[in-house]
């Protein structure tokens, strides 16, 4: 298949990015709303309607720079709130809000190649539909495994981080939670230094040849 402009690229990345960043934190609202916080809920933040979501800085505009200039895409979207304190069990539950989001992820991950093979089962060998809907699903499965990984990183606020603070002792847990006010700082310091791509462009690359080869897609 032919290469696509950056024009065309940009085109084509849209949708994938804004997918797995609006079904991500529909997630997390849906599974909080589930669990007992109605926080989420009120303020519509339990649907796919991206612009209830989207930050334009971090959810489009980030994401595509960094694509186009470093290959790596790095974003977020606008935090779900929670209420932790109207969970039932709240270690418990704010685990599994937390990795509600990253197993979304995990999902569309899958889904993306599984379309391509079912619509090439109709439309053949047509570059018209397949080449778009390739770097489409390249797109899609690249996305969805940074997510994911990204999101698993032990660092507060990132899922990665409340998974593991509910799993620590109380006392631990704590003390843990503090860093909390760095987090981001964190992120932008090994964004910057060019760790935090180091760290997840392997794990990335490996899921993606992993989700290709499994389902056959280049077959």
């Known amino acids: 298949m032919q290469d696509l402009t950056q024009i065309q690229l940009i085109a084509i990345a849209i949708l994938p990015i804004m997918l797995a ?33 989207i930050d334009p800085l971090g959810t489009i ?11 790596f895409m790095f974003g977020w979207a606008k935090p779900v709130p929670v209420n932790w304190r109207n969970l039932g069990n709240i270690r418990r539950d704010t ?64 899922d990665g981080g409340r998974i593991v603070n509910s799993l620590l002792p ?12 760095w987090g981001f700082l964190i992120l ?8 935090l791509g180091q760290i997840l462009g392997p794990v990335v690359q490996v899921l993606m040849q992993m989700t290709a080869g499994f389902l056959g897609i280049f077959a």
Do not use: C
């Not at 995990?106 to 809907?133: D, K, T």
């Open 61 to 71: 505009i980030l994401p595509i720079v960094m694509f186009l200039t470093t290959g």
């Open 95 to 158: 685990a599994i809000v937390a990795a509600a989001g990253p197993f979304a992820n995990l999902l569309m991950m899958l889904l993306w190649p599984l379309l391509f093979i079912l619509v090439r089962q109709f439309a053949g060998n047509s570059e018209f539909v397949m080449q778009p809907l390739y770097h489409m699903m390249v797109f899609g499965i690249q996305i969805n495994a940074v997510l994911m990984v990204l999101n698993l990183l032990p660092i507060l606020p990132l």
């Open 21 to 53: 960043i609006t079904v991500h934190e529909a997630s997390h609202a849906l599974v909080a709303d589930k669990l007992g916080d109605r926080t989420a809920r009120a303020l519509g933040r339990v649907t796919l309607n991206p612009f209830k979501h």
């Open 170 to 181: 109380a006392k631990m847990s704590y003390e843990y939670s503090k860093t909390e006010r």
């Open 188 to 195: 932008i310091v090994l964004l910057v230094s060019g760790l």
